[in-house]
């Protein structure tokens, strides 16, 4: 079985920073793409910004120039930089990870989630 756990999500002032990480753990053989969802209630969940094994990222047009997504990979951790927070940005931010487990098979993996309030 495989765990993602975050952390780092909170509330903030708008214009405001966070840093959110997800770590990866469990029966793991290697990690292909990750990347962060968000979802407001009632509403779909939406990308936020993903990155390959080989650290190529893709971005929602809504956060680029302000959410920097990167991962160490020796610790199966990806990691999301928000800069110049919105109160647009408010929601809940799930990790997402496509992950080949130790049987050899590969299957996407969702974090619990963590909440981002933006607010003055």
């Known amino acids: 079985q495989v765990q993602l756990v975050e952390s780092g999500g909170g509330l903030v002032q708008p214009g405001g920073s966070l840093r959110l990480s997800c770590a990866a753990s469990?029966?793991?053989?290697?990690?292909?793409?990750m990347g962060w969802y968000r979802q407001v209630s009632g509403k779909q969940r939406d990308l936020v910004a993903t990155?390959?094994?080989?650290?190529?990222?893709n971005y929602a047009d809504s956060v680029k120039g302000r959410f920097t997504i990167s991962r160490d990979n020796a610790k199966n951790t990806v990691y999301l930089q928000m800069n110049s927070l919105k109160p647009e940005d408010t929601a809940v931010y799930y990790c997402?990870?496509?992950?080949?487990?130790?049987?050899?098979?590969?299957?996407?993996?969702w974090g619990q989630g963590t909440q981002v309030s933006v607010s003055s």
């Open positions: 997402n990870a496509r992950v080949t487990t130790r049987s050899y098979v590969t299957y996407a993996y």
């Open positions: 469990g029966s793991i053989f290697g990690i292909n793409d």
């Open positions: 990155i390959t094994s080989g650290g190529s990222t």
